[in-house]
């Protein structure tokens, strides 16, 4: 009588192999989590490049279509009394010793209607030394040719009198809008200042047949980083303005 065969040992994984296997696993999941966040990264600063051009293209058609329409409309000096009177070289801008605040005045067109008004570029640092929160705000006064509310000539209105400067008032009104944040730089620059006017060094010239009342062009220096994901990754750029009634 022969014995019976004996049955198959069931074939299983050994501990090294398991402990193989995890290891292996573990250094695919790190590479795929290492090229994740590398594809995140980039995905994330080339969107903020995107914004970063979008902001300075809306920056750029703003200024371009204000300065390209800056008036030849005399500052008037706060020091010369009640009221004031224009500056005694005759100036149609006004930029700030530290070239962080620029005021003129300007046809534009809002709301679609035509107006001119005063308005003011200033960059503003934060107060808390927090440079990500620096800002380049537009201030524009906003009695305009007509009274907001009336739509009527507002007899008050004097253009290059810096109403915004004073928002309590009850006559007056003024409004802002921040065009950029997170900026680094903003320095203005007037060039091809006509004689006579600060920022050329030449006496007035009155025997010139068409003395010109306006600069040729304003420049702006400018750097910025995006609002939110890496936000020190800070763009430059420089902006030139021409002046068509200087030209």
């Known amino acids: 009588m022969s014995a019976n065969p004996s049955p198959a040992r069931a074939r299983a994984f050994t501990l090294i192999e398991l402990l193989v296997a995890i290891s292996v696993s573990v250094v695919l999941l790190s590479i795929m989590a290492f090229v994740f966040r590398i594809s995140t990264a980039a995905t994330r600063d080339a969107n903020a490049r995107v914004a970063l051009t979008e902001r300075l293209r809306s920056l750029n058609i703003r200024m371009r279509q204000e300065l390209g329409g800056m008036l030849p409309i005399q500052r008037l000096d706060p020091g010369s009394g009640i009221p004031p009177k224009p500056y005694t070289d005759k100036r149609t801008f006004e930029l700030s010793d530290d070239k962080r605040i620029l005021k003129f005045a300007s046809a534009t067109v809002e709301g679609g209607r035509p107006v001119s008004v005063d308005v003011k570029y200033e960059y503003l640092p934060d107060p808390s030394g927090d440079v990500t929160k620096n800002v380049l705000i537009r201030w524009r006064d906003k009695t305009g040719p007509f009274n907001n509310k009336t739509h009527q000539v507002n007899d008050n209105y004097l253009l ?82 021409p002046i068509y009634r200087g030209l």
């Open 160 to 241: 290059g009198d810096d109403q915004w400067e004073v928002p309590d008032a009850p006559d007056r009104y003024y409004e802002s809008d921040v065009m950029v944040k997170n900026v680094r730089l903003a320095e203005f620059e007037v060039v091809d200042v006509p004689d006579g006017m600060p920022g050329n060094p030449n006496p007035p010239s009155p025997t010139e047949l068409s003395p010109r009342e306006l600069p040729s062009m304003v420049k702006l220096t400018i750097e910025f980083g995006p609002e939110s994901g890496n936000i020190n990754m800070v763009e430059r750029a420089i902006l030139c303005f």
